[in-house]
């Protein structure tokens, strides 16, 4: 691929009327993701959670997205702290993901979160995506937070 098709490629789907998607609400994000989540289990340290892959999250190869799946790492890996009593996640050093097999349309998937470390500085979770009808691992992904001091005053 040319340069200009490079250009092309990466600007195809940019909207001529930059205002509509300016006029979005903030996060919007958080909710195209997690809609059709269910959280299945909450206890400290672990969250899991289970949903039907909707066509909204798919790639072009028609399977769950990887920017999808490791959106859901971020907010999944950042929840499981509130199982601690955590008042905030603090900031993503660093996220991971392996993929390793594909979900598609309408498949049920189920999502396990689990707090590595909640440290004084730093925070790590695990998130595993499985199918929920065989058990086998789609994705794997790690989350690190630096967690900023709390307040003296």
């Given at each position: 691929?040319?340069?200009?098709?490079?250009?092309?490629?990466?600007?195809?789907?940019?909207?001529?009327?930059?205002?509509?998607?300016?006029?979005?609400?903030?996060?919007?994000?958080?909710?195209?993701?997690?809609?059709?989540?269910?959280?299945?289990?909450?206890?400290?340290?672990?969250?899991?959670?289970?949903?039907?892959?909707?066509?909204?999250?798919?790639?072009?190869?028609?399977?769950?997205?990887?920017?999808?799946?490791?959106?859901?790492v971020?907010?999944?890996?950042?929840?499981?702290?509130?199982?601690?009593?955590?008042?905030?996640?603090?900031?993503?050093?660093?996220?991971?993901?392996?993929?390793?097999?594909?979900?598609?349309?309408?498949?049920?998937?189920?999502?396990?979160?689990?707090?590595?470390?909640?440290?004084?500085?730093?925070?790590?979770?695990?998130?595993?995506?499985?199918?929920?009808?065989?058990?086998?691992i789609?994705?794997?992904?790690?989350?690190?937070?630096?967690?900023?001091?709390?307040?003296?005053?």
């Amino acid at each position: 691929m040319d340069l200009e098709g490079v250009k092309r490629y990466l600007e195809k789907n940019r909207v001529e009327n930059a205002s509509t998607i300016d006029s979005m609400p903030l996060r919007f994000f958080e909710t195209f993701i997690l809609q059709g989540l269910h959280v299945d289990l909450v206890e400290p340290g672990r969250v899991i959670c289970s949903m039907k892959v909707p066509s909204r999250l798919l790639n072009a190869g028609h399977f769950l997205h990887g920017g999808a799946t490791a959106t859901l790492v971020d907010m999944l890996g950042s929840a499981v702290f509130y199982t601690y009593g955590a008042v905030s996640t603090g900031v993503s050093v660093e996220i991971n993901v392996s993929y390793l097999d594909a979900a598609y349309a309408g498949e049920e998937i189920e999502i396990e979160s689990k707090a590595l470390r909640l440290g004084k500085a730093v925070a790590v979770s695990s998130v595993e995506f499985r199918k929920k009808k065989t058990g086998k691992i789609i994705a794997q992904g790690r989350h690190t937070k630096y967690l900023p001091p709390s307040s003296k005053l």
